[in-house]
């Protein structure tokens, strides 16, 4: 049974297919629903086989979390995309922009994927998204105490929002809600370190790390 997230192969035959499978499916997606999007379009537009795509894929659930994955990269990057200091309340990353443009830009592949609960997609955002916050808190103040309770805060809170974001809960365009997540991330970590879990001194307060 092939992995519901494929990774990166050493073999670069594997990684051309799953490539071409990837770029397939987001290509369909941009003209139907995805739920509407069949096997067999995918592997025609792919230029490959059926037998081929069951190679590397169990279904089309798991290449679209595949041909996602890269988002939730993305996303972990750019929440994470400065130096020493972060950015201010009024000014967010310029990566959480750019990305939530993208995002906004295939609202359809990402709203079959991000459920009311999160989803698979949500699940494995806030998975990754906890990882890095939490190796980054770890690392740049690890006497801190309940930095696992930090790192949830701020993973739950993005997954949801972009999950109800995608979904029309939420009206915002992509740079007003940046600067909603930003500062209210901001204030999440500011209350962890009021709290004794994260205190920074001589430092604004970083809210993934």
């Not at 997230?5 to 995805?34: I, K, N």
């Not at 105490?145 to 365009?173: M, N």
């Not at 600067?179 to 993934?208: D, F, I, K, M």
């Amino acid at each position: 049974m092939t992995p519901a997230v494929t990774g990166g192969s050493r073999d670069p035959r594997t990684a051309r297919t799953r490539a071409r499978l990837r770029a397939a499916l987001l290509e369909a997606c941009e003209e139907q629903p995805p739920d509407r999007v069949a096997v067999a379009e995918v592997v025609r537009r792919a230029g490959v086989g059926r037998a081929t795509f069951y190679l590397h894929y169990d279904d089309l659930h798991a290449l679209a979390l595949d041909a996602c994955a890269e988002a939730v990269r993305e996303a972990v990057d750019a929440l994470h995309a400065w130096d020493r200091t972060p950015p201010g309340p009024g000014d967010p990353p310029r990566e959480l922009v750019a990305l939530l443009r993208e995002i906004r830009g295939r609202a359809a592949l990402h709203r079959s994927l991000l459920g009311p609960g999160g989803g698979p997609l949500g699940e494995l955002l806030h998975q990754e998204l906890r990882r890095r916050s939490l190796d980054e808190l770890r690392r740049r103040r690890p006497a801190g105490s309940s930095h696992d309770l930090t790192a949830s805060a701020v993973a739950g809170l993005f997954t949801g929002v972009l999950a109800d974001w995608v979904h029309d809960r939420i009206d915002a365009g992509p740079e007003q809600l940046a600067g909603q997540v930003w500062r209210t991330l901001l204030a999440v970590h500011a209350a962890a370190a009021s709290h004794g879990q994260s205190a920074v001194t001589g430092e604004r307060a970083a809210p993934l790390g």
